[in-house]
């Protein structure tokens, strides 16, 4: 299983980036997937989860009206759509599934919001 996340950068407050995490190793179709963040001296942290043909979605109460995640079965990506950028957004994202119970990670991609 390997997960590659990109999109990441330095945006201002108030701006958009799109995430992105490519999955390979697993039958994509079959599984959830889920978006977590971890801020410098924080605990990792979920931001939103999706269920595996996109029928359900949950957010954490942070982002919940800002982030849109998404999926694309077909090219065995998950997306984090991430609006209205605050400062309090900044972490390094990573991407994470549980694949016949193990967890797997991403090597994580670092959002910065700041003026």
């Known amino acids: 299983v390997q997960l590659a996340e990109s999109g990441g950068g330095l945006v201002q407050p108030g701006g958009s980036l799109r995430l992105s995490c490519a999955a390979s190793g697993f039958t994509f179709s079959w599984y959830d997937m889920s978006w977590y963040r971890q801020a410098p001296g924080k605990e990792r942290e979920p931001v939103a989860g999706i269920s595996n043909y996109g029928e359900t979605t949950n957010y954490a109460d942070s982002v919940k009206g800002r982030f849109t995640i998404s999926r694309d079965n077909a090219k065995n990506t998950v997306y984090l759509q991430m609006n209205t950028l605050k400062p309090e957004d900044t972490a390094v994202y990573y991407c994470?599934?549980?694949?016949?119970?193990?967890?797997?990670w991403g090597q994580g991609t670092q959002v910065t919001v700041s003026s």
């Open positions: 994470n599934t549980r694949v016949r119970g193990y967890t797997y």
